[in-house]
């Protein structure tokens, strides 16, 4: 089985900075990609950051410049640095990878549970 774990969520002032993790673990033969998503209260779940194998990175419009996605391979660990956050940068972020979990087996879509994130004025 595969497991993705998100930490470092929490409260902050806007202009404030706050960086999320994601560590993945289980069986990891081969992870493609690894990203994070978002979703606000009332609304649908929407992309932020994408880390591709290759080491190429890619960022929502409202995101890119304030938020630094980055992966540590040793750890199987992908993080996200949020600064200049917003209070409309406010949402429930999820952790998102697509993992093959063995040699011969298909690339599947594996989730986190969320970790929330609330930017005061």
């Known amino acids: 089985q595969v497991q993705l774990v998100e930490s470092g969520g929490g409260l902050v002032q806007a202009g404030g900075s706050l960086r999320l993790s994601c560590a993945a673990s289980?069986?990891?033969?081969?992870?493609?990609?690894m990203a994070w998503y978002r979703q606000a209260p009332g609304k649908e779940r929407e992309f932020v950051a994408l880390?591709?194998?290759?080491?190429?990175?890619n960022y929502a419009d409202s995101v890119e410049g304030r938020f630094t996605i980055s992966r540590a391979n040793a750890k199987n660990t992908v993080y996200l640095q949020m600064n200049s956050l917003k209070p409309e940068d406010t949402a429930v972020y999820y952790c998102?990878?697509?993992?093959?979990?063995?040699?011969?087996?298909?690339?599947?879509?594996?989730w986190g549970q969320g970790t929330q994130v609330t930017v005061t004025v």
């Open positions: 998102n990878a697509a993992i093959q979990r063995a040699r011969f087996h298909p690339v599947q879509d594996y």
């Open positions: 289980g069986n990891l033969y081969r992870i493609n990609n």
């Open positions: 880390w591709s194998s290759g080491d190429t990175t």
